[in-house]
């Protein structure tokens, strides 16, 4: 349901990849969340929350797995295996 809103509203799946830090950088700034929430969710450090919504560090897949389940949405929009 959630990934059907997105779709619909933000075009995040329109056919053009979103960078995975884009895409958590939406999904965060939509529930108003902050680094210490990532944190929380990911069991990381502040400077690594702050790098990784940055896009200065990768989300791996376990990462990626993690707020997938989170915020109910494919893990896919949160890792690029291309890395």
Do not use: C
Not at 24 to 42: C, V, Y
Not at 47 to 52: S, W
């Amino acid at each position: 349901m959630v990934e059907d809103y997105e779709r619909e509203h933000y075009s995040i799946d329109d056919g053009i990849p979103v960078a995975p830090h884009k895409f958590l950088q939406h999904m965060m700034e939509a529930r108003e969340m902050e680094p210490k929430d990532l944190m929380s969710i990911l069991n990381i450090s502040e400077e690594i929350a702050l790098l990784t919504i940055d896009g200065e560090q990768q989300i791996d897949r376990l990462q990626a797995l993690a707020l997938g389940d989170y915020f109910k949405v494919n893990s896919n929009n949160f890792y690029n295996n291309s890395y």
